[in-house]
């Protein structure tokens, strides 16, 4: 007997047997688009500590691509199946970041100095997302059968999904927008990196100098030394346009605390060294302030986890298999799991030293909070990975007190395992609400891991070259390679570790946080969304400010538009910021490319 539709589906979804869309170009053309769409989350991830899901990204462009070969070549229609595994194949590759790229692999390199080759990084992330594939697999029947959570993004795929089947012309139209933006985008990079035509605009403003700061020589300091420029970059306004108004705004707002108020303060009290009066002084200043920003991130982040996890538990919801059949047959099950388990428990200890009883418990830790994540995503569509990663930092904390590495690259297996089946889920999803067999989408997500592994390992140490200057920089902030490293230290080495001062500034960002969630569950929700976002708060206090003014910026135009032109915004807004991310992504990926071809 066929079941009712799930949430979030209508009445028009197929009702019988799924149909298959797993055919050779459809697994080829999520390859393809995922090698592409997989630089632009590495670079983002680097930029400022996000990825972005790019399901509807690759289902525009494989769409369109179709369309044009049916008409130019005669090629046989794209079907809505072919798009689902097309997306499940390509996003899969993109959310590789998730495996540890852009934050415990890097940490660990500025920690201990130890760097990877590319043969085993490129298998290290692989082993570790396989670990999501395998909880995915698992936990589709009860979460997606029984429990018939939403999972927000897998819904928005589908509905597009359908839409781009239905009206082919609509879907043409979005992506010659996202390629115009594209090209705008991945020009001006271009300019600035080989040109001096466009550079950094700063107002002629200055605060005033006091304390150690004044004995150093300063009588003011000018709004360019402390970061707060125009960054001629539209990959940051795009992020903006995509992460919303309210974070937009939460960015602005921790910029101004961190960069104009807290920054001076700190100056003022000689807890952090001014640099030379030509230059912005991100680099000495975010040494102090990164401590109070990823408090925020970090308790803001463990508090929503708790917060989701009682609301979970006080609706009863269980998890667990069903007596559903497993999507995949239970040989090949028993094969695929006890060797992504074996692979990972080996490779910690092949690789890291870490003893084999500590690797057992990050894979068995990796489905526990796998489960966890999978289950928030699906009923908030808020992916809660970096706090994931940093209950499993203090897992270990505890399990290998003053071991760094443990510390890192085992709460690496958890967050990478719990990132890649929430992203697995969610493309079931839609292909639970379109009909698509989910045995198909398995196999393409299997391939397209192995596909992000291979360039987005490539990409990183192309893009990467030495971490240690490079890293934690204006140029390469790397929030949460900042996040993960802070933790890491004060768990191994405790609070001496942190600079002067930052101490109380901690227990204040802990408040803070604390404060702002109780506003948010306690507020009505008209209200609850003017309370700013503590997690972006925080960001804003690792990342140089001109990239929260961009993305603000960037929020700012989207929420007009989305007043002034609902529909065109709804049409065309998301498909801009895309094609402005992918174009600086991809051509800054060139540069570093030319340069390392170069020297």
Known sequence: MTPPPAAGASASDPPLQPVSGATVRAIVTGMVIGALLTPCNVYSGLKIGWSFNMSITSALLSFAFWR?????????????????VNQTTASSAASIVSGGLVAPIPAL?????????????????????ALGIVAAVVLRNPMLVRDRLVFPDGVATAETVREIHGHGREATARVRILSAAAILSAGLKLVTEFGTVVARWSPPLSLPAHGALREAGFTAIGFKQLGFSLDPSLLMVGFGAIIGLRAGLSLLLGAIVAWLFLAPWVLAQGWAQAGRADEAWFGPLVEWLLWPGVTLMTVASLSAFVQAMWRTRSSKARTGVTREPLIVGRRTFAIGAGSAGALAVVLQHALFDVPLLQGVFAVLLAFVLAVVAARIVGETGIPAIGAIGKIAQLGFGVSAPANQTINLMGANVTGGAAGQCADLMSDLRTGQILGT???????????????GSLVGSAVYLLVIPDPHSMLLTEQWPAPAVATWKAVAEVLSAGLHAIPTGSATAMGLAAAMALAINLLERRLPPRLARLVPSAPTLGLAFVIPASISLSMAFGAVVAA????????W???????????????????GIAVAMSAFLWQ
């Open 68 to 84: 044009l070969a049916e008409d130019l070549a005669g090629a046989r229609t794209w079907h809505l199946h072919e798009s689902v």
């Open 109 to 129: 390199t500025l920690l201990t100095g130890v760097e990877l080759s590319l043969p085993m990084l490129c298998l290290w992330v692989f082993s570790v997302s």
């Open 437 to 451: 067999a989910p045995a198909g989408q398995v196999l393409a997500q299997c391939i397209g891991i192995l596909i």
């Open 560 to 567: 007009v538009a989305a007043r002034l032109a609902p529909n």
């Open 569 to 587: 915004a709804a049409r065309f807004v998301l498909a801009i910021a895309a094609g402005l991310v992918a174009g600086e992504s991809l051509a």
